[in-house]
């Protein structure tokens, strides 16, 4: 347990970004080791024995995901998400921008693996510079005859091609991507049918974060069995952590799943900042359900230990809060969040987030009601698991974990007006 | 129907990544979002001139480019200065006193937030997490990103530019 890097193995050479670089660390031997040694299927099963899981969030496994792909002669896509929007995440950056070539040729294997001949790298709009390297990088790759047409000699072609977001959080949901990347809105799509067999020009179409295909030429290359040594028993592999708040060393950390919460949070990332104490933490992401300062002791990060505590591992996206957050204002920015980036297609999502919003600023101005807070737990009795697509969801851990952990701080706002804290 | 498409609307080197941009997918909406990206670089805006180009381009009803382009927080449909000023305020920014920044910021151009200076120069908006977390608060002026931001170092910045 604890930090190892493979995936950030690259990140802090000197041009790292380079295809020499990247070369000079056996990079792309893996690409070739597929093309030349393995069939599409026998990566398909190292990945399924591996046990590596979406690291996008969802945690859903990814062999299982490539299973799904029909074995028929239509075309089939590979689409790179790189819309990392979660709040608090910005652990995909580092890859795109530092180690572009590892996501290059995780995309070319896992393309391989599925049968795709092309491939998309959606990447949020904002993330420009880190298009300009991913372009770059493509280009790179294609001239030296590494992905385009024959592939390393193979006779397989692998077209990659980067394409840039324009700001709409709900377009990292894999349907709403599609639909993104077919220059629509980005509204969910109503599944089924999944994209494994309708997806993006209603072909089968595999989404997959870009941790997760940045892992897979470390599985290609060592085995299956060997990644899925890594780990606990259901959670294997490593997982890159993006921890910011109030610690001394925020950033980005590559960590064995399985590692205690602690460690990360006090050994790593240095502990909380002088004078302060811890008060919660948001786990993975802002859509994950936060924790209490005494609910991590103990806790393993991990899929399965996250659960347990009342939390997800989503994206790693550890958000830290001393004694200085008011969590109602925390709360109440969260929500005024997902009002924003709801699309308003589907009831539920669109005008509970907006009632959320217009409640939470009530109390935030000093004039909410006690019955408040059972009728923000109404609402959200009615949007869970009542909306197309997970940003319903997604929009009530934060609110339903912080008014049941930190109910008396919600209740000293509607009584007096003001924050105890002085947020 | 003919559709006739006045390339005079772009500069050549716009309309070079436009072509090539409108060659690189199986399906040409598929370019639309880029597209849109390409012709705001130059223009700084969409206006409706420029939706209506771009509905030429992909033989689409104006209003279908418009429905699209009105979806994404990023394409500017109004006017904006020649600085778009993005401060992020989402949650690991606000814990970092995100909010102090903007103030600084409001106070020193002299605008609130959604306005612009009355030379133009200068767009203020704030806007949701740009994946900086580590190094906030932090923000975007058009498309580059400043992080670790002090109202002394937005000071720097801001002068910086001409």
């Not at chain 1, 028929?72 to 998400?81: F, I, R």
């Not at chain 1, 109404?378 to 940003?391: F, R, V, Y």
């Not at chain 2, 033989?59 to 994404?72: G, H, I, M, T």
Request: charged share 25%; net charge negative; glycine share 10%.
């Amino acid at each position: 347990m604890g930090e190892m890097k493979l995936l950030l193995a690259n990140v802090d050479k000197p041009d790292s970004e380079k295809l020499e670089t990247f070369r000079a660390a056996g990079g792309y031997e893996r690409l070739r080791k597929a093309l030349f040694e393995m069939k599409p299927e026998e990566i398909v099963e190292e990945v399924k024995k591996s046990g590596l899981r979406g690291r996008g969030g969802a945690g859903f496994p990814t062999g299982i995901k490539w299973g799904f792909i029909p074995k028929t002669d239509e075309p089939k896509y590979l689409v790179c998400n790189a819309d990392e929007g979660e709040p608090g995440t910005f652990k995909d950056r580092v890859i795109i921008e530092k180690d572009p070539h590892l996501l290059l040729e995780g995309i070319a294997i896992s393309a391989y693996a599925i049968g795709a001949h092309e491939a998309f790298i959606y990447i949020r709009g904002e993330y420009e510079y880190g298009a300009q390297v991913l372009e770059k990088a493509v280009e790179e790759a294609e001239a030296a005859g590494i992905i385009g047409k024959n592939a390393l000699g193979s006779g397989y072609d692998i077209k990659i091609t980067v394409h840039r977001g324009a700001g709409a959080y709900v377009c990292g949901e894999e349907t709403a991507l599609l639909n993104s990347l077919e220059g629509r809105r980005g509204h969910p799509r109503i599944r089924p049918p999944f994209p494994a067999s309708k997806g993006l020009y209603q072909h089968p179409t595999i989404i997959n974060n870009v941790e997760t295909l940045a892992s897979v030429p470390f599985i290609v290359d060592k085995g299956g069995d060997w990644y899925a040594s890594l780990g606990t028993e259901k959670s294997k592999g490593t997982k890159l952590f993006s921890i910011s708040g109030h610690v001394k060393k925020p950033g980005v950390y590559e960590l064995v799943l399985g590692t205690p919460f602690e460690e990360l949070l006090y050994d790593i990332a240095g502990g909380i900042r002088e004078g302060h104490k811890l008060k919660a933490v948001i786990p993975g992401g802002s859509s994950t359900p936060m924790l209490r300062a005494e609910e991590i002791a103990g806790v393993l990060l991990d899929y399965e230990s996250l659960q347990a505590a009342g939390s997800m591992l989503g994206s790693g996206a550890v958000i830290v809060m001393d004694d200085s957050t008011c969590i109602v204002k925390a709360v109440y920015r969260m929500a005024k969040f997902y009002e924003h980036e709801s699309c308003g297609q589907c009831t539920p999502c669109r005008e509970g987030t907006r009632w959320i919003v217009q409640i939470l600023t009530r109390i935030m101005k000093g004039q909410g009601r006690m019955e408040d807070l059972d009728v923000l737990l109404d609402i959200s009795e009615i949007m869970g698991g009542n909306c197309l697509c997970p940003l319903g969801d997604a929009a009530l851990g934060p609110l339903v974990s912080g008014i049941k952990k930190f109910r008396d701080e919600f209740e000293y706002h509607i009584k007096h007006g003001t924050c105890p804290v002085g947020g | 129907m003919r559709v006739v498409i006045d390339r005079s609307f772009v500069s050549d080197k716009t309309w070079e990544r436009i072509e090539k941009v409108m060659s690189r997918y199986p399906e040409k909406r598929s370019a639309l979002l880029q597209v849109l990206h390409i012709v705001q670089d130059e223009k700084g805006s969409l206006d409706f001139e420029a939706i209506k180009f771009i509905a030429k381009l992909f033989r689409l009803p104006p209003a279908e480019v418009y429905s699209v382009a009105s979806f994404y927080t990023m394409y500017n449909l109004k006017p904006v200065g020649k600085y778009l000023i993005q401060v992020c305020t989402n949650i690991s920014c606000l814990i970092n006193e995100a909010e102090k920044i903007v103030e600084h910021i409001e106070k020193k151009l002299g605008i609130k937030v959604g306005e612009t200076t009355p030379d133009g120069k200068f767009t203020l908006i704030t806007v949701e997490c740009l994946g900086s977390c580590g190094k906030a608060p932090a923000m975007m002026i058009n498309k580059d990103y400043y992080e670790n931001l002090t109202p002394e170092k937005v000071d720097q910045i801001l002068d910086s530019l001409s």
